[in-house]
């Protein structure tokens, strides 16, 4: 560690000076764009299906896009700003907008023909069959 050859008071100053230059770096990015967001996920199992459930609130049906594939069940889409709002100036933004997706790794046993899902009250439910539990199998031992 390098010890301040000057005086306490003059090195105090020095970090103020770079301290500053490093606030006025931060000051000139530009803020990261608004279009990326995560809606919250459960994934809850049950005794015959896996239930997943995304908060999309705001988000239409025509909006959403639900793929199961090798597992994996992926939700993707878009909100937007509602047209009654577009030539209005926005003062705070707190709601999230722009695209979003979600992927989640289904267990094992999940039973991927077994698909439905709804969208009501700026909630998407997807509900993913169970296979029964495996058990013993009596395999025949052939010549």
Excluded at 32 to 47: E, F, K, V
Excluded at 85 to 99: H, P, V
Aim: avoid cysteine.
């Amino acid at each position: 560690m390098r010890r301040p050859t000057g005086h306490p008071l003059d090195e105090m100053q020095r970090l103020m000076r770079r301290m500053r230059a490093a606030m006025q770096l931060q000051r000139r990015r530009p803020a990261a764009p608004a279009t990326a967001w995560r809606p919250p996920m459960d994934l809850q199992a049950t005794a015959d299906a896996y239930v997943v459930r995304l908060d999309l609130p705001g988000v239409r049906r025509e909006d959403v896009e639900a793929v199961a594939e090798d597992g994996v069940l992926h939700v993707r889409g878009e909100t937007g700003m509602p047209a009654e709002m577009t030539q209005a100036r926005r003062l705070r933004g707190e709601r999230s907008l722009g695209r979003f997706a979600r992927a989640v790794r289904l267990p094992s046993d999940a039973a991927m023909s077994e698909i439905s899902a709804t969208l009501a009250d700026g909630v998407l439910t997807v509900r993913v069959g169970r296979r029964p539990a495996g058990g013993r199998i009596e395999i025949e031992i052939g010549q």
